[in-house]
């Protein structure tokens, strides 16, 4: 790269960051995440050992118990755990960037010092629930809603594929306070596990990212004293969007990591693999999809840690974080595409690792907002 200010060399933490995880990922994901993906096995205990290198509050500032990180650091420590396993990239990105990053940014000092230290040492695992059965894209018509009771309120409604909906320790939830289709209509609360009338519902069997747990949470008259209230009622989705710009960082950094992943291992394979005497690799065929995938991935790459570098900055990042967002999921369904048929019939079968790849790579263009909802975005910032 020659223009200095998109130049993104890793820092001491970034390559720190990265051994340490392949040095864990080798030893406590890679033996095991066959049979997590095949039982559909959420593994907790993995996710408290996560805590205890510093992954589970990788942006929390240490007064909270965090790591103090930034998102250069939170990208790179996503993009090295989803090149072993996107499920467990999933996961990470949605304690981190959704619960635990809703709750610092608009929590009050009692419930960031009552939720951030547990939620960053990994001790508890956070979900966070906006999507519901009949509002994905359309969450602004929401359904679930938080009636005022005295100086309580009370939730009533279901959240589905809700990422730890069902383990996880503590939620925040976004519920409507006011009319329909108001975006100044929605709150978020902060509701713990055991909380009466707060249930798990159905959990979700999945093409992908299996080893992520996706369920209901089911609201039926479930009292929430107001200090739990994220915020000022009414601020609920507009927090959300904020959230959702920082979190789509994190679902592009996962992307780069099942391409980045799919890429390597298709690479290898090329040079491994004879066919007509030959390796694969020198067939052009094989080496110009090599080609386009490499090319592919860097685009992806700047994009990604151009918007971390002005989140960082704390710069307006809505347009970056949905280009970055768009882009990456794209690439990595397109890469892991090209990584099965470059295994070709030794792709499709579980032994390699290609399948996964091409299994977990889909969600990335529908979590966080699909990619129709990536060019809305963008489109509205272009036309402007
Ligand atoms: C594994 C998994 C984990 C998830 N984790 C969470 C979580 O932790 N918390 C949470 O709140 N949600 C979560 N979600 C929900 C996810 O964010 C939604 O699935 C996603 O936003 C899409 O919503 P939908 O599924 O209702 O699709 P819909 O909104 O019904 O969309 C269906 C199709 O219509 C298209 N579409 C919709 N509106 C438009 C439009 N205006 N213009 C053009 N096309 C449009 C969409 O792009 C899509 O192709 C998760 C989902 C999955 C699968």
């Given at each position: 790269?020659?223009?200095?200010?998109?130049?993104?060399?890793?820092?001491?933490?970034?390559?720190?960051?990265?051994?340490?995880?392949?040095?864990?990922?080798?030893?406590?994901?890679?033996?095991?995440?066959?049979?997590?993906?095949?039982?559909?096995?959420?593994?907790?205990?993995?996710?408290?050992?996560?805590?205890?290198?510093?992954?589970?509050?990788?942006?929390?500032?240490?007064?909270?118990?965090?790591?103090?990180?930034?998102?250069?650091?939170?990208?790179?420590?996503?993009?090295?755990?989803?090149?072993?396993?996107?499920?467990?990239?999933?996961?990470?990105?949605?304690?981190?960037?959704?619960?635990?990053?809703?709750?610092?940014?608009?929590?009050?000092?009692?419930?960031?010092?009552?939720?951030?230290?547990?939620?960053?040492?990994?001790?508890?695992?956070?979900?966070?629930g906006l999507t519901?059965?009949?509002?994905?894209?359309?969450?602004?018509?929401?359904?679930?809603?938080?009636?005022?009771?005295?100086?309580?309120?009370?939730?009533?409604?279901?959240?589905?594929?809700?990422?730890?909906?069902?383990?996880?320790?503590?939620?925040?939830?976004?519920?409507?306070?006011?009319?329909?289709?108001?975006?100044?209509?929605?709150?978020?609360?902060?509701?713990?596990?055991?909380?009466?009338?707060?249930?798990?519902?159905?959990?979700?069997?999945?093409?992908?990212?299996?080893?992520?747990?996706?369920?209901?949470?089911?609201?039926?008259?479930?009292?929430?004293?107001?200090?739990?209230?994220?915020?000022?009622?009414?601020?609920?989705?507009?927090?959300?969007?904020?959230?959702?710009?920082?979190?789509?960082?994190?679902?592009?950094?996962?992307?780069?990591?099942?391409?980045?992943?799919?890429?390597?291992?298709?690479?290898?394979?090329?040079?491994e693999r004879h066919?007509?005497?030959?390796?694969?690799?020198?067939?052009?065929?094989?080496?110009?999809?090599?080609?386009?995938?490499?090319?592919?991935?860097?685009?992806?790459?700047?994009?990604?840690?151009?918007?971390?570098?002005?989140?960082?900055?704390?710069?307006?990042?809505?347009?970056?974080?949905?280009?970055?967002?768009?882009?990456?999921?794209?690439?990595?369904?397109?890469?892991?595409?090209?990584c099965v048929q470059?295994?070709?019939?030794?792709?499709?079968?579980?032994?390699?690792?290609?399948?996964?790849?091409?299994?977990?790579?889909?969600?990335?263009?529908?979590?966080?907002?699909?990619?129709?909802?990536?060019?809305?975005?963008?489109?509205?910032?272009?036309?402007?």
């Amino acid at each position: 790269m020659t223009d200095s200010s998109i130049e993104f060399g890793e820092t001491e933490n970034q390559l720190m960051i990265s051994e340490m995880i392949r040095n864990f990922g080798k030893r406590e994901i890679a033996p095991y995440m066959m049979e997590w993906d095949e039982k559909q096995i959420f593994p907790i205990d993995l996710f408290h050992k996560m805590g205890e290198l510093g992954l589970m509050g990788l942006l929390v500032p240490e007064q909270y118990g965090g790591s103090g990180m930034g998102y250069l650091e939170y990208v790179t420590a996503l993009l090295e755990v989803s090149k072993i396993d996107g499920s467990i990239g999933l996961s990470l990105a949605a304690h981190n960037s959704l619960c635990t990053n809703h709750i610092l940014s608009f929590g009050s000092e009692e419930i960031k010092d009552r939720y951030l230290p547990m939620l960053a040492s990994g001790k508890w695992i956070g979900a966070w629930g906006l999507t519901e059965p009949n509002t994905g894209s359309d969450a602004a018509n929401m359904q679930t809603v938080a009636r005022k009771d005295g100086t309580d309120y009370i939730l009533n409604g279901t959240k589905n594929f809700i990422t730890h909906g069902k383990s996880g320790h503590v939620a925040v939830v976004i519920a409507r306070t006011g009319q329909k289709g108001d975006s100044h209509g929605m709150t978020a609360f902060v509701v713990e596990k055991g909380t009466p009338g707060f249930t798990a519902g159905k959990k979700e069997n999945k093409l992908g990212m299996r080893a992520s747990e996706t369920a209901e949470m089911i609201f039926q008259d479930c009292r929430i004293p107001s200090p739990q209230m994220l915020g000022e009622e009414g601020e609920g989705f507009i927090q959300s969007l904020k959230v959702l710009d920082g979190g789509r960082i994190s679902i592009a950094a996962l992307s780069l990591g099942i391409a980045t992943g799919a890429f390597e291992a298709a690479l290898k394979y090329s040079k491994e693999r004879h066919q007509f005497d030959r390796p694969i690799s020198s067939f052009q065929g094989i080496s110009f999809k090599l080609a386009d995938m490499a090319t592919k991935i860097e685009a992806a790459k700047l994009l990604t840690f151009r918007a971390a570098d002005m989140k960082n900055r704390g710069l307006a990042v809505s347009r970056e974080s949905a280009m970055a967002k768009f882009y990456a999921s794209e690439t990595a369904v397109s890469v892991a595409n090209d990584c099965v048929q470059i295994f070709g019939g030794y792709g499709y079968i579980k032994d390699f690792p290609a399948e996964k790849y091409y299994r977990d790579a889909k969600l990335c263009t529908i979590g966080e907002g699909t990619s129709e909802i990536q060019k809305i975005v963008i489109a509205r910032s272009v036309l402007k």
